[in-house]
């Protein structure tokens, strides 16, 4: 089920508070298609955690299901960032993620208008 409507924001935002989604994104940022088991090989998490994020992400329109492929008797899902909101979900992350000079307290970001 895919968020439309005013929700939408909301719903992005929320998202985008929860560390494992936004690895997710950032592991997909170069382009590639990945699936939840390479990123949890890779991070060191439980594979269930990272396709559960996964699964919440393709339902908001962030990233999307292109190929499955059948592993070991279990099918295994591959995901790429595709989507209307991902330009703005990137530009997002990009505006808050602290740089190498600043403090995890600290935000990078140039109000509108300043």
């Known amino acids: 089920m895919t968020a439309t409507g005013g929700d939408l924001v909301g719903k992005v935002a929320k998202a985008l508070g929860h560390p494992v989604r936004v690895a997710f994104i950032d592991a997909l940022r170069d ?4 699936s939840p088991m390479k990123v949890a ?9 990272i396709g559960h994020h996964a699964r919440v992400l393709d339902d908001l329109g962030v990233v999307r299901l292109v190929e499955t ?11 790429s960032l595709d989507g209307p909101t991902v330009p ?8 808050i993620r602290p740089t190498d000079d600043q403090d995890v307290g600290q935000v990078a970001v140039d109000p509108v208008g300043a």
């Open 41 to 49: 090989e890779r991070d060191g998490r439980p594979l269930g955690t």
């Open 88 to 95: 703005a979900v990137i530009a997002a992350l990009d505006m």
């Open 31 to 34: 382009g590639s298609e990945l």
């Open 69 to 79: 492929r059948p592993v070991q008797g279990a099918i295994e899902h591959f995901y």
